[in-house]
C-alpha cells in the first residue's frame, strides 16, 4: 500500500485516472480507504461516490472497467494517480474520457498494441501479419519503400499525401520494431538520452 494521507479532505483523496497506453487523462473521482484498498486488491478501479455516499466500481453497469496497471502517489501523498486499461469508453456520456474524445496524441501506442495483437492472432486476412510472416527483409524493403515514398511527396505541394505517406512510414516502422523486438518506448529512451 502506498503511504496515503488519507487525513486531509475528509477522508477522501482526489484520483486522476490516465489511460496507461496513450497517457490521455481519461476521468476524476475520490477515494477514501477503503476504496484504495479495494482498488488495489481487486486490481479494477473502485472509487467513493459521493452523491451515493459509499463505494462504486467503475464499468460494474457499462461492463467498461479501468483495469489497474500502476498506482502513483504524488508528493505530498494526498493525490494518487492511476494508470489503466479502460475496457471501453469511461465516460457515462459515451466518450472516451470525461475530458473530451479519444485524443489522437498517443495513439501511437495503441497502434503498436494492435500491430502485436494482429502479429499475435496470425491471421492470413491481416496485412501486418502476413508482412510480419514474410520476414524482416521485406519488412525493411517495406520501410524503405515508404521513405522513398515520402521523400517523393515532401517535394511536392500536396500536405494530404505527405501526411498519408508519413503515417505509412511509421506504420511500416512499427512493424519493423516488432520483427527486431524493439518497442517503441525504448526508441523515446534512446531520443530522451540524447536530449
Known amino acids: 500500500m502506498l503511504n496515503m494521507d488519507f487525513n486531509k479532505g475528509d477522508r477522501l483523496v482526489p484520483v486522476v485516472i490516465q489511460d496507461n497506453t496513450t ?3 481519461l476521468m476524476a473521482g475520490y ?5 484504495y ?17 459509499s463505494l462504486w466500481t467503475k464499468g460494474e453497469t457499462s461492463g467498461n472497467y479501468l483495469r489497474v496497471v500502476t498506482i502513483e502517489t504524488d508528493c505530498d501523498s494526498d493525490t494518487i494517480l492511476i494508470k489503466a486499461e479502460p475496457a471501453g469508453p469511461v465516460c457515462h456520456t459515451g466518450t472516451w474520457s470525461c475530458f473530451g ?7 501511437i501506442y ?34 524503405g519503400e515508404e521513405a ?37 518506448s525504448e526508441i523515446e529512451e ?6
Open 23 to 25: 497517457l490521455q487523462v
Open 101 to 107: 474524445e479519444q485524443s489522437a496524441k498517443g495513439f
Open 148 to 184: 522513398v515514398e515520402l521523400v517523393i511527396e515532401a517535394m511536392g505541394d500536396n500536405i494530404g499525401l505527405f501526411k498519408n505517406e508519413a503515417a505509412d512510414l511509421l506504420y511500416h516502422l512499427l512493424i519493423l520494431l516488432r520483427a527486431k523486438q524493439v518497442n517503441l
Open 31 to 35: 477515494m477514501n480507504e477503503e476504496a
Open 110 to 143: 495503441r497502434l503498436e498494441d494492435i500491430i502485436n495483437s494482429r502479429i499475435e492472432e496470425d491471421s492470413s486476412g491481416s496485412y501486418t501479419s502476413r508482412l510480419f510472416n514474410e520476414g524482416t527483409g521485406k519488412i525493411a524493403q517495406k520501410v
Open 190 to 195: 534512446v531520443l530522451l538520452s540524447r536530449h
Open 37 to 53: 484498498r479495494k482498488t488495489e486488491d481487486e486490481g479494477l478501479v473502485t472509487f467513493y461516490s459521493r452523491s451515493r455516499q
